[in-house]
């Protein structure tokens, strides 16, 4: 077995819940938990870069990941370390020789920011052309209801605390590799964006689920990511279907028990499931 | 009765659902409405400062209020003009007087976007102590059932299309003043502050009603709009329970039907309903 190179990472997960009271309808008290949302401030060979909120599940995954999904590193190789201190909320993140133009590329950032007030957006929108998904991957229907009954007794926070999405990352049985929770939906991609370049697993097989809804960033990040398949439990917006449409990748939504939609790519996907 | 001041506005609402065919389970083809979504790039005084991800139901009220909830101006009357035109999808802002400072404040932005990787953070957080919501503002428990049961019968996108989110503002009967929908929960929250100034609305007797989560960010912009009440159909974290403590405003989540959680403020809170 070779060994793969690791940055140095901290292990800084946060407690996911917390417990309050609540007074309910009849004016009783009412026990209950709540997910956890802490600021977390990268910095760039000690550079400001960005403050995120984040429930804090794998804060080293999330910094890895949001880097490499705006496009600030291109191989996990040039990174160092990655240490995260909740003592004062900060990922202190060292790269091998620095990044190019970094304040150049902030300031472009500035302006791009987008999406749902969300991450950067213009130069996500210019890539497109470049995406190209393996069209000879395939996805059978008893995978992708194997997939949903995976999720649906999976543990997740969301069943215990509620508010937080849910993304996760399966091999081609649908069996659960990588699975993240998040306040914030983009987080949850970004950190599974990071432990893919840690664990150092290719995309091209793979299917990609999310709780939230697919709107234009998430198709964008699912493709760039390189994974042919994307599954939501939520819906869709126009510019999640233009963007599918034009990447090709195979897109479904409405995802839950044996139901589902599926919006786009069918020529990836054998519908070979025995009616229930 | 006394005319107010309004900049002068375009009306240039997009179409905000699309008809698209998909394949259910079954392998039938079925029609379905999806959300609009599109970029807007907002310029003032023809410098670019943001693109937003939006449905476009009011995209001027939500320039407005972003420039509000960002602290980028201070009065309406600074406003001379707001013109949007999605032919290049930008919308153009004429300021009185500029904006003092503007590309500091925009490099100050940069370093402190957060909150689920939305909006600024930083200054927000710095103004909470500086927040003083009336403690003589008072809520029935039959206004809050009525608000609720508003909320159920209003016709919306959401119903139509799923996958975006819906903000409310109403008075103290809990009669909506104002529903704004987006793709993104931020920009309808940033809408109705738009709207609020439009129409010169005083928020100390008003609801404000989410069906989004009550994160960090939710609850502080509440807040700093001034209104003392703030209903979510969803859940809580950690911070935004925190801040609404700090702040002293009245808050409820799991709103809907007759059931409710009443995390905070219970001086405000009057239970005058009946048991049904």
Request: charged content about 20%; glycine content about 8%; hydrophobic content about 40%.
């Amino acid at each position: 077995m070779t060994s793969i190179y690791r940055p140095e990472c901290s292990n800084a997960k946060r407690p996911l819940t917390f417990e309050i009271m609540a007074q309910d309808e009849k004016g009783e008290a009412s026990r209950l938990f709540i997910a956890g949302e802490n600021p977390l401030t990268l910095y760039i060979d000690k550079q400001e870069i960005v403050t995120l909120m984040t429930l804090g599940q794998c804060p080293e995954a999330l910094a890895i990941g949001y880097l490499r999904n705006q496009r600030l590193i291109e191989h996990v190789e040039d990174l160092v370390s990655v240490q995260v201190d909740w003592e004062v909320n900060a990922c202190a993140i060292t790269t091998r020789k620095g990044i190019r133009n970094l304040s150049a590329r902030l300031a472009k950032r500035t302006v791009t920011t987008g999406c749902g007030q969300g991450t950067v957006f213009g130069n996500l929108m210019e890539e497109i052309d470049s995406i190209h998904l393996p069209p000879e991957a395939r996805l059978t229907e008893s995978v992708l209801l194997s997939l949903l009954d995976n999720m649906r007794t999976h543990e997740t926070i969301y069943k215990q605390a509620g508010a937080v999405h849910g993304c996760a990352l399966t091999d081609n049985l649908g069996q659960i590799l990588i699975y993240v929770e998040d306040v914030g939906r983009h987080n949850a991609v970004d950190a599974i964006a990071g432990q893919m370049w840690l664990d150092r697993l290719q995309p091209e097989d793979k299917i990609f689920y999310t709780t939230g809804r697919l709107t234009s960033e998430m198709v964008i990040k699912c493709a760039q990511m390189g994974i042919p398949f994307l599954v939501s439990r939520s819906g869709l917006t126009q510019m999640g279907y233009e963007i599918a449409c034009q990447v090709g990748i195979t897109l479904f939504g409405r995802a839950h028990g044996r139901h589902y939609l599926l919006f786009h790519g069918e020529d990836r996907f054998i519908r070979d499931a025995l009616p229930s």
